[in-house]
């Protein structure tokens, strides 16, 4: 039974209820792992669903089949926190999801990303900045990750769109639009090649509690926040606070003095948000960011290269082909730095050139 056909199963059979589902986890280090244990060594919330299966077997495998082949005809995947395609980033934090629904392609979430957020309300002028620097940052190679709500969120996806992909956490299931004035932004998002992500089932409706909930999910799959025009209370500021304290970078644009929409990201700034007027402020502080999560990486995984500015590189490539001039502008490496980086994972087969590109094998 692979992990997703597993964790699938396991919402058969029970409520997904979070802490119980991290109980799984922390007991067994997967689903797979949990339907192969002895129900009589289990507590009580436990053993009574992995009963159920034993006793009806033959029957919710069935369920499962009807349940796995709706999922794949939808273009969902259903990832717990033990399988290999979990993002990384997000596992680390504090009450990771144990279970993550991606509508889309979920390699997308093994691209370095950056999180966009900021006011439903905001001025013609911060809608053109949102856009301008999610259009920037996708066209060196970072996936934009925001909320898909109106206002900064949607201009984002749309910026980044424009040169490379992006990725919406929703605080619905990933089957439900909400706002539906997104309907084809959307559309757009799967069509480019992006995801819509959710911890909620995929028919779940939009309740007020889960919005908040989401903003955690959008911080802990990014490198860093950047906040574009917020007030003082504000879910933006929320999602900032939280990538803080998940020791993400946070940047925040300031505004004019008069403008209620930058009290928000001047409140940052005192609380120690990088100043953020060019891509280049916050190219300067990820370089840093990238190198380190490459280095903690590899020690979690020995068959990654030593040389640390060579983990570097290999992690900002994902697995898309990928220019040396954009590895430079989303690394901050000189030239020849790079290129040394670059041959030596030739040599060892962790990178094949193809013709001015390289792509990550493994």
């Not at 997904?16 to 192969?36: D, T």
């Not at 006011?119 to 920037?136: C, I, N, P, V």
């Not at 996936?143 to 749309?158: F, K, P, T, Y």
């Not at 009290?263 to 990238?290: F, K, N, P, S, Y």
């Amino acid at each position: 039974m692979t992990e997703q056909d597993a964790a699938l199963l396991f919402t058969l059979l029970a409520e997904q209820k979070p802490g119980v589902l991290r109980e799984i986890i922390a007991r067994h280090g997967s689903f797979a792992g949990y339907f192969a244990a002895d129900p009589g060594r289990e507590p009580e919330q436990l053993s009574a669903p992995l009963r159920h299966y034993l006793r009806n077997r033959d029957q919710l495998l069935d369920r499962l089949h009807q349940a796995s082949t709706r999922l794949q005809e939808a273009g969902t995947h259903l990832l717990s926190s033990a399988d290999s395609r979990y993002p990384g980033l997000l596992r680390e934090i504090h009450r990771a999801p144990p279970l993550l629904y991606v509508k889309g392609d979920p390699q997308t979430l093994a691209m370095p990303q950056i999180a966009i957020v900021g006011s439903r309300h905001a001025s013609r002028a911060g809608l053109k900045l949102a856009e301008d620097f999610a259009q920037a940052l996708a066209a060196a190679g970072f996936a934009i990750v925001s909320g898909m709500a109106l206002g900064i969120d949607g201009a984002a996806h749309r910026g980044a769109l424009h040169t490379g992909t992006t990725v919406a956490v929703l605080g619905t299931g990933v089957e439900v639009v909400y706002p539906r004035q997104h309907r084809r932004l959307y559309d757009d998002i799967l069509a480019a090649g992006g995801a819509v992500v959710s911890e909620l089932p995929p028919a779940s409706k939009p309740l007020r509690q889960y919005f908040p909930q989401r903003n955690r999910i959008i911080s802990g799959l990014s490198l860093g926040v950047l906040i574009v025009e917020a007030a003082l209370q504000s879910g933006s500021l929320i999602t900032a606070r939280l990538a803080m304290e998940q020791g993400r970078e946070v940047f925040a644009v300031p505004g004019s003095i008069h403008n209620p929409m930058a009290r928000g990201c001047h409140q940052l700034i005192r609380e120690g948000a990088v100043l953020t007027e060019t891509l280049e402020d916050m190219v300067a502080q990820l370089g840093g960011m990238l190198a380190l999560k490459a280095e903690e990486s590899a020690a979690a995984d020995p068959s990654l290269p030593e040389d640390p500015v060579a983990r570097a590189v290999l992690t900002a490539m994902a697995f898309d082909p990928v220019a040396a001039d954009t590895l430079i502008d989303r690394l901050s490496l000189p030239a020849a730095q790079l290129t040394a980086a670059l041959v030596s994972l030739e040599v060892q087969g962790f990178v094949e050139h193809l013709g001015g590109r390289y792509q990550r094998i493994r």
